[in-house]
C-alpha cells in the first residue's frame, strides 16, 4: 500500500510497524509532527505516548524501557538534544537491552528560529551510530533499521532529519507491520554498566561503545543485503570525470538537477 506521507508522518508509521512500546519527546520543529501523528491512536495502538517535561526527561524515560527490554522512541529537535545530553552520554556508554531509537530533527537554513545545529556532531562525540535521512520513504524504513541495529549492538541508535525531509510530503510505500509480542518488562542490575563510579568501569563502557559501532556497520550491510534498503548508494556514470558526494536531503535535489 502506498500513502502520501510527510517525513515525520513516515517515522510515525514506522513506530507503529516496529513493534514499540513507548514513544516520549519534546515538542519542536521540525520534529513534532511524529508524536502529533501518534497521539489519537494511542489506545489503538496500545503504545505509551507522552509529551514529557523537556528532551532530558523525555531521553530517561525511552532509555529506562528499553534498559528494561523494551522497544522505545524519543523525538526531539536539533537544540534538544543540548538538553538531553548529559543522560545522552551516559546511557550511550551503558548501552541498552531492548531497541532505543533517538529521532532528532535538525534545521538548516533556519525555517524555524534556534541555532543552525548539526546533531552529527554529537553522535560522534558519543559514538553512537546515526542513520541519515534522505527521503520520506526512508523515513519509514529506517526506523526498522534503526531497531534492528539497535537491539543486536545493545545500543542506542540516532535517527537524523532535516526540515526538509521533516515536512515535506511523499509517496511512501508501507510495508508489513512487524508481529512482535508485547515484552515483559525486566531490569537486570548490574552496577559496573550501569553506573559511572569508577574510572576503570567508565572506560570499560567506553571500548564496549566503540565495539557496538564496528558491530553496527556490519549488521546495517547484512541487514540492507536482506530487507532490499538501500544506504550508501553508489552511481557510475561512463566518461564522467567528476564525483559529488551528498548526504540527506541533497539526495533529491541532487537528483532533480
Known sequence: MRKLLTGNEAVAQGVIDSGVEVVCGYPGTPSTEVILTLLPQEKDLGIHIEWSANEKVAFEIAAGAAWAGKRALVTMKMSGVNVAADSLASVAYSGCTGGLVIFVADDPGVSAGMPEEDSRYYAKSMVVPMLDLASQQECLDYVKLAFEISEKIGGPVFLRSTTDISHVASDVEIGKKLKLEKREAHFERNIAKYTKAGAAWCMAQHQDALNRLAEASKISDFYITESGIKVNETHFEDD???????????????REA
Open 240 to 254: 564522467n570525470k567528476y564525483g559529488v558526494i551528498y548526504v540527506g536531503a541533497v539526495e533529491g535535489n541532487f
